[in-house]
């Protein structure tokens, strides 16, 4: 069965420097969505992305964040300077279609920033 | 912006009782409400979802109901099993104006004992 591979599974930060947080979605999807959750709260939406542009974003999704997708097959989260409240679990997704449909979820990352 | 919640926050039943679990939410524009099941370090996985078009839809032991006058859904689980124990994200997404933007509930943790 497809799946959505998120590399790697755990991150540890140290605050003030960059990450990237990789995910290679399902191979025939055009969406593609990062999410959050800090521990015990719920999934946040970050950010989504179709034709090489984003599509939409939310509050969360500051000038620290980027997304990218270098080359047709990953798809990456970066964050460009990290702060202690930046760590959670961050969750990659693909759909076939923009909505109406189901997206498949990675397994996550876990970003520990100290 | 959309608004979701999830009621009840945790929830504990006996092996083959049932389990429902509710959310409402307050843009009239959205249409798709999957349910998620999450397990301890893994990322949602999709187990049945609904289009505004639909008032119900069964999988198994697994139904959920809309009832779009009221914007609210709800999950039902019948003859509970100890692996159905997880935590379960009800979620809208918008269409348009909000393409792929997904707003989650809280979540409910469902603990089944045998």
């Known amino acids: 069965e497809p799946e959505v591979t998120q590399t790697p599974s755990h991150q540890v930060t140290q605050m003030g420097q960059e990450v990237i947080l990789r995910c290679v979605p399902i191979s025939n999807h055009l969406y593609f969505y990062w999410y959050r959750q800090i521990l015990g709260q719920k999934v946040e939406f970050l950010v989504s992305?179709?034709?090489?542009?984003?599509?939409?974003k939310s509050e969360i999704f500051d000038d620290q964040f980027s997304v990218e997708r270098p080359d047709g097959s990953n798809f990456t989260l970066k964050i460009r300077s990290t702060k202690l409240e930046d760590s959670a679990m961050y969750f990659c997704a693909s759909s076939g279609q923009i909505s109406n449909t189901e997206a498949f979820f990675g397994q996550g990352t876990r970003l520990t920033v100290v | 912006g959309e608004n979701v919640e999830q009621h009840p926050s945790t929830l504990s039943v006996q092996e083959g009782d049932s389990a429902v679990i509710k959310c409402t939410y307050s843009?009239?524009?959205?249409?798709?409400f999957p349910w998620y099941k999450q397990e301890l370090g893994k990322g949602p996985q999709l187990i049945i979802d609904?289009?505004?078009?639909?008032g119900e839809k069964k999988d198994q032991r697994i139904a959920v109901t809309l009832n779009k006058t009221a914007k609210h859904f709800s999950l039902h689980i019948t003859e509970t099993q100890p692996e159905d124990s997880a935590v379960y994200f009800c979620a809208a997404y918008g269409w348009d104006t909000n393409a792929g933007k997904s707003t989650f509930g809280d979540g409910t943790t469902l603990t089944v004992k045998p």
């Open positions: 609904i289009r505004s078009n639909v």
């Open positions: 843009d009239s524009a959205s249409n798709y």
């Open positions: 992305f179709y034709n090489n542009e984003i599509s939409e």
